[in-house]
C-alpha cells in the first residue's frame, strides 16, 4: 500500500495502528519512502504519544528531524494542506 499512496494519515486506533505509523516512520528514515506521515489527533487522542515523542527526542534518542516529520494536526484539512507542502529533512 505504501508503494501505492500519496501519503500516510493515522487515525485513532489501536495497537495495530501504532504499528503500522512506526513502521512508515521508520522505512522514512531509513529513506526507503521520502512520502509525508501525518497523525490527525482527533480530540487530543495521540496527546500521550506525542508527548513521549518529544521526551524521546529531547532524551537524544529521536533525532529532531525525525519527530518534525511527523505532522500532527487536529483538523483534516490543516493535516492535509501541511502534507501537500512536506519537504523530507534527507531527501532532494
Not at 500519496?6 to 513502521?23: I, K, Y
Not at 518529544?54 to 529532531?64: A, T
Not at 487536529?74 to 494542506?81: A, C, M, R, T, Y
Amino acid at each position: 500500500m505504501l508503494s501505492l499512496c500519496d501519503g500516510v494519515v493515522a487515525l485513532p486506533g489501536g495497537t495495530g495502528t501504532l504499528d503500522e505509523l512506526f513502521e512508515v516512520l521508520s522505512l522514512s528514515q531509513i529513506g526507503s519512502h521520502y512520502k509525508p506521515c501525518g497523525v490527525l489527533n482527533m480530540q487530543g487522542y495521540f496527546d500521550g504519544l506525542i508527548s513521549f515523542l518529544k521526551h524521546m527526542r529531547d532524551s537524544g534518542f529521536l533525532h529532531p528531524d525525525y519527530f518534525d516529520m511527523l505532522i500532527v494536526e487536529s483538523d483534516p484539512e490543516l493535516l492535509l494542506q501541511r502534507m501537500k507542502t512536506f519537504s523530507h529533512p534527507h531527501h532532494q
